[in-house]
T-cell receptor
């Protein structure tokens, strides 16, 4: 089945630091790729997505590029803020039941 | 407002006492699913439904049942809950099988 290997946390950064969270996946077919974010005590929200090779998803200063040749979808942000503190999940979507396959999540803490 | 609504948000119950967690979406989405979130394991799919009266097992279906009698509702039923079903549960819906999923706020279930 599909699987996701996501950078293990926790990750602790100072405000304005550069962020990278690595994500690689194995999937059958041609999945769509998503990053979700979970703020404390809340449900998951879509952060960004990409549906085909070389597409770049972006939102709120975060970016990720669909790299089919390396089956990767790394999340980056040039300057993190305290409000970015959350858990981030990489998730391809595909396969015969079109499920989202989640990584274990990466806890990001940004200190002032 | 477009949303996925789960109830209850919190539930403490005893082993063996049947319970239902409701999920409703107001976006006319075909695809709905249930996930459970456990520390260190990420989110795992329990059941999914591609349309009314069409449901199927996900990765961890044991001990759960679902039904999809109407497009908007997708309840999760635990006929005889056990302590290993203590978890955080999320319902999600999407307009088609490759699109982004919208998540409910979650139901934190404790079985004692």
């Amino acid at each position: 089945g599909d699987s996701v290997t996501q950078m293990e946390g926790p990750v602790t950064l100072s405000e304005e630091a550069f962020l990278t969270i690595n994500c690689t996946y194995t999937a059958t077919g041609y999945p769509s790729l998503f990053w979700y974010v979970q703020y404390p005590g809340e449900g998951l929200q879509l952060l960004l997505k990409a549906t085909k090779a070389d597409d770049k998803g972006s939102n709120k200063g975060f970016e990720a590029t669909y790299r089919k040749e390396t089956t990767s979808f790394h999340l980056e942000k040039g300057s993190v803020q305290v409000s970015d503190s959350a858990v981030y999940f990489c998730a391809p979507r595909g396969g015969s039941n079109y499920k989202l396959t989640f990584g274990k999540g990466t806890l990001l803490t940004v200190n002032p | 407002e477009a949303q996925v609504t789960q109830n209850p948000r919190y539930l403490i119950t005893v082993t063996g006492k049947k319970l239902t967690v409701t999920c409703s979406q107001n976006m006319n989405h075909e695809y709905m699913s249930w996930y459970r979130q456990d520390p260190g394991l990420g989110l795992r799919q329990i059941y999914y439904s591609m349309n009314v009266e069409v449901t199927d097992k996900g990765d961890v279906p044991e001990g759960y049942k679902v039904s999809r009698k109407e497009k908007r509702n997708f309840p999760l039923i635990l006929e005889s809950p056990s302590p290993n079903q203590t978890s955080l549960y999320f319902c999600a819906s999407s307009p088609w099988t490759g699109a982004e999923a919208f998540f409910g706020q979650g139901t934190r279930l404790t079985v004692v």
